[in-house]
């Protein structure tokens, strides 16, 4: 595969006898008063271009292949020789000057961005910039490249159009085997040409996070074809995708969607076939592939709804402001204890005092043992949660029941486990039952009990009583 600049050049053989081309101009109404003029916001044109690609033997099939992957769909810019564009030599002048049949190019060819030549000869196949046109008596142009190449006629210029792929789906037929043919469509970048490689293409990162009284999960994907590290966190490339993100005036009503697919590792699990207990938080943020520690968030907030059909698993993204809308029940005076276990600004337990550090034993869907514990009380850890692994395969998951069976100890977990098999390092923490006994005999914790005791057990809430307005309710 041959480059130029750094960028890879499609050099296997087109088929030009049909090719479409369509000038794209980015014109945008102006309105400044009066009657509506347009201003010529794009400062050079595009081009769009379709031509067919001949894929005459196995060899340029794999040859495509490869090619495709180098360019990763659209993402990164390829040159594309166009033969409408060619020209004749009429004569050598100099290691970097050369002479052609007059085509007019003194007089076009500083409207585009940059002017790159491909040359072919016998020889081989050359590349080189235009730096400068002048006119020539006897109907002929000198042209000046950047580079010492000696061109004289017999070489066949071909202008070079730094070009993507319009699109990722490429429409094509076998006509036998091993031959086929391919219909592709190329968008001009003009603004790209000094560009790098990469140009302004923008990818999309994903952040997931969940937070537990110890320890906060996190999820990083990318709809990029590979895997990408940006500010330290490898993205790991998944079937994920968002929808419009809308925003507005008032911030809540900001929100956008997330489409992803039903495999493994994925955290939209969670919501299947019972909600997460606790509130799932996404990050939608754009990047530049060349400068993927560079980042824009474009959407942030709550997991709201999520919903599955087949494999596909579709989530809606809320804004924070739009949870204190949620409907929530009236303050009330109950004997259990209403704060979560382990928040520090409530139940001011430390989760890490009461851990219990062990080894994963059989798995059978949803339900594990730990052969290294026993002799606990039955359900002391049912309402807790279990942390499994490390690192990028750390998987928490609440605990439904536990009990002790014989030398091990027997869970009943949320979901099953996507990653870790025997023998992972776990942690376990316990279930609180939120009564006054198992507050201060298990976690010593009485002098933060947030129930009312004395609330009869078979009134389990009584509605405060509102106070009286202080002008009589008058209007």
């Not at 003194?106 to 002048?134: C, K, M, N, P, Y």
């Not at 489409?259 to 590792?265: L, N, P, S, V």
Request: aromatic fraction near 12%; charge should be negative; charged fraction near 20%.
């Amino acid at each position: 595969m041959s480059t130029y600049l750094t960028r890879p050049v499609l050099d296997l053989p087109l088929a030009w006898n049909k090719p479409r081309q369509f000038p794209a101009y980015d014109l945008r109404p102006l309105n400044t008063g009066g009657r509506p003029g347009y201003e010529q916001l794009a400062e050079f044109p595009a081009e769009k271009l379709e031509v067919d690609l001949l894929l005459k033997d196995a060899a340029e099939c794999r040859l495509w292949e490869d090619f495709q992957v180098t360019v990763k769909g659209r993402l990164t810019g390829f040159w594309l020789a166009a033969p409408m564009r060619a020209a004749t030599v009429a004569a050598g002048h100099s290691a970097t000057q050369f002479d052609i049949e007059a085509i007019g190019l003194v007089d076009s060819w500083s409207d585009a961005a940059q002017l790159h030549w491909q040359f072919e000869s016998r020889a081989g196949i050359v590349w080189a910039q235009i730096t400068a046109v002048t006119g020539l008596a006897g109907n002929r142009e000198r042209v000046t490249i950047g580079s010492a190449l000696s061109i004289d006629e017999t070489w066949t210029p071909k202008r070079l159009l730094y070009v993507r792929f319009a699109e990722e789906k490429f429409a094509g037929k076998w006509k036998q085997p091993n031959y086929r043919e391919q219909r592709l469509a190329c968008l001009e970048l003009p603004q790209e040409y000094a560009a790098a490689e990469t140009g302004l293409q923008k990818v999309t990162l994903f952040h997931f996070w969940i937070e537990w009284p110890s320890v906060t999960q996190h999820f990083y994907f990318t709809n990029f074809p590979t895997d990408l590290v940006s500010n330290g966190h490898t993205y790991l490339a998944r079937p994920i995708d968002h929808g419009t993100i809308r925003h507005g005036l008032r911030a809540d009503t900001e929100e956008a969607s997330v489409e992803t697919a039903f495999t493994d590792g994925n955290p939209l699990r969670y919501f299947f076939p019972f909600d997460n207990s606790r509130p799932m938080q996404c990050e939608i943020i754009e990047a530049d592939y060349a400068t993927p520690d560079t980042t824009t968030p474009v959407a942030t907030g709550y997991i709201a709804k999520s919903k599955q059909k087949g494999r596909k698993i579709s989530a809606k993204l809320s804004g924070f402001l739009e949870w204190f809308g949620q409907s929530v029940p009236a303050m009330v005076i109950q004997p259990r204890c209403p704060y979560v276990w382990g928040e520090p600004r409530t139940c001011k337990v430390s989760p890490v005092s009461f851990q219990v550090p062990g080894t994963l034993g059989t798995v059978t869907g949803n339900v594990v043992t730990l052969p290294t514990l026993a002799g606990f009380e039955a359900d002391r850890f049912a309402g807790g949660y279990i942390i499994i692994g490390g690192g990028t395969t750390v998987e928490v998951r609440d605990v439904w029941q536990s009990a002790d069976a014989g030398a091990e100890l027997q869970l009943t977990l949320s979901a099953p486990l996507f990653h870790n098999a025997a023998g992972a390092p776990v942690l376990l923490y316990p279930g609180c039952k939120r009564t006054v006994a198992d507050c201060r005999d298990y976690f010593s914790n009485l002098v933060n009990y947030g129930g009312c005791p004395c609330v009869p057990s078979d009134n389990l809430s009584l509605p405060t009583v509102a106070m009286p307005s202080a002008n009589g309710n008058k209007k």
